[in-house]
């Protein structure tokens, strides 16, 4: 019994040590701060070289019948606030070449700019020769189950 309360709570320690410290709120204002404006009013996109070299990694890696990557480009800003959590991420719209496929495809990622790192929900679907985001599928099975 002892080993079994022990077990339990090393495994709580290590869960609550293990958990991603929340983005502050200097985070949000130094992403907000550097969004640009331009003329018309609207925001400038961000290119961010450093942010494109992890995108085409995280693509390279991630989905191997992709010959190239060839545009990418900022879509949004996103943030979330309330009492208990506290996130905010980029998404960017990238374009590539898929192998056996002349037309272009369309693939969307996310860059979580106090990480640093990039994800994806979306992946290649055969019977449909695009990409599908898996995210809303397992979402709406989540909620039908």
Known sequence: MKYL???C???????????????SI???????QGLEENESGEITPINDREINKKI??????????????????????????SPYDRYHFHTFIV??????????????VTYYPRT????SGF???D???EFEDKTKVKEVEAINS
């Open 9 to 23: 709570f090393l495994l709580l320690s290590v869960n609550i040590y293990s958990q991603e410290e929340k983005a």
């Open 127 to 129: 019977e449909t020769m």
């Open 95 to 108: 374009q590539v070449r898929v192998q056996g496929h002349d037309r272009l495809k369309y693939l969307e």
């Open 26 to 32: 200097e985070d949000f204002v130094s992403e907000h």
């Open 5 to 7: 309360i022990f077990l």
């Open 56 to 81: 085409r990694f995280f693509i390279e890696e991630r989905f191997v019948n992709v010959e190239f990557t060839r545009n990418i480009i900022w879509d949004n800003y996103q943030t979330f606030i």
């Open 116 to 119: 640093e790192k990039v994800e």
């Open 123 to 125: 992946e290649w679907d």
